[in-house]
């Protein structure tokens, strides 16, 4: 297993330095709340390294997967297995190296030392972070309260490669995929999420990929940790309004 997880983020490295530039890069770690300045090395080949080491030892590898799809959805990206884990060797932080900083709305958590004004461990609303001190870690999380960041971005991850996979017409597959990336933004606000944007945004995706509606209603109707009831709420009235007509 060890030497298989090697082998993955070997794989997951080459895509994303073939894929991005080191601009996109920079992006990408924007998007993921993570500093890119802190990254070691001076070359992409590095920095990439580095940024997939600091996402896996804080298991937010799924996060990047469900962020790259949407950026490069023509490429076939490796998932996450359920029971991955870096080897020995990489899983323990380098304490003469530069650690991955965490910068959310004004707060930085970096190595032991913490700054900013909404910066606490446990769950906060409005800042998610992770802090890193050599053996020891923390997490603090910007998603609604009650809401799972990591389960919730494996189920859309699964959602993302059934749109990617579909037989339908690119232009289908490109506005479902406008609409999943709007319900993905949605379930990230936890109980908060806007019921008619999600109805509204579940109806194109049924509309327009069925397959895929097929695969959303039953993915939203089981229980998801973190995900907001108002999504069961909708699968289930789509399942109703399937057995009606």
Same mark, same amino acid.
């Given at each position: 297993?060890?030497?298989?997880?090697?082998?993955?983020?070997?794989?997951?490295? &080459?895509?994303?330095?073939?894929?991005?530039?080191?601009?996109?890069?920079?992006?990408?770690?924007?998007?993921?709340?993570?500093?890119?300045?802190?990254?070691?090395?001076?070359? &992409?080949?590095?920095?990439?390294?580095?940024?997939?080491?600091?996402?896996?030892?804080? *298991?937010?590898?799924?996060?990047?997967?469900? &962020?790259?799809?949407?950026?490069?959805?023509?490429?076939? =990206?490796?998932?996450?297995?359920?029971?991955?884990?870096?080897?020995?060797?990489?899983?323990?932080?380098?304490?003469?190296?530069?650690?991955? #900083?965490?910068?959310?709305?004004?707060?930085?958590?970096?190595? *032991?030392?913490?700054? @900013?004004? $909404?910066?606490?461990? @446990?769950?906060?609303?409005?800042?998610?972070?992770? #802090?890193?001190?050599?053996?020891?870690?923390?997490?603090?999380?910007?998603?609604?309260?009650?809401? *799972?960041?990591?389960?919730?971005?494996?189920?859309?991850?699964?959602?993302?490669?059934?749109?990617?996979?579909?037989?339908? /017409?690119?232009?289908?597959?490109?506005?479902?995929?406008?609409?999943?990336? $709007?319900?993905?933004?949605?379930? &990230? $606000?936890?109980? /908060?999420?806007?019921?008619?944007?999600?109805?509204? =945004?579940?109806?194109?995706?049924?509309?327009?990929?069925?397959?895929? @509606?097929?695969?959303?209603? *039953?993915?939203?109707?089981?229980?998801?940790?973190?995900?907001?009831?108002?999504?069961?709420?909708?699968?289930? $009235?789509?399942?109703?309004?399937?057995?009606?007509?």
């Amino acid at each position: 297993m060890p030497a298989e997880n090697a082998n993955y983020l070997t794989e997951l490295h &080459k895509l994303l330095n073939q894929h991005f530039d080191l601009a996109e890069i920079r992006t990408l770690c924007f998007q993921l709340n993570v500093d890119y300045e802190s990254l070691a090395g001076e070359e &992409k080949p590095s920095q990439i390294r580095e940024l997939l080491l600091g996402l896996a030892r804080n *298991d937010r590898l799924p996060e990047l997967i469900t &962020k790259v799809q949407q950026e490069r959805p023509n490429v076939a =990206w490796p998932y996450v297995s359920q029971d991955f884990q870096l080897p020995a060797s990489l899983a323990a932080d380098n304490p003469t190296s530069p650690r991955v #900083a965490y910068n959310y709305y004004g707060d930085m958590v970096q190595g *032991d030392k913490v700054g @900013g004004d $909404k910066i606490s461990v @446990g769950d906060i609303s409005g800042s998610r972070g992770i #802090a890193i001190g050599h053996g020891a870690r923390a997490t603090v999380t910007n998603y609604q309260s009650g809401t *799972d960041a990591e389960a919730i971005a494996a189920v859309f991850a699964k959602l993302y490669q059934a749109v990617s996979e579909s037989q339908a /017409s690119a232009a289908q597959k490109a506005v479902a995929q406008q609409a999943l990336e $709007k319900l993905d933004h949605e379930a &990230k $606000k936890g109980e /908060s999420a806007d019921e008619a944007d999600i109805q509204q =945004w579940f109806q194109v995706l049924v509309t327009m990929l069925p397959d895929i @509606g097929e695969v959303a209603i *039953d993915t939203f109707l089981n229980p998801i940790k973190g995900l907001s009831t108002v999504f069961r709420k909708i699968a289930a $009235k789509a399942r109703e309004q399937q057995q009606d007509s």
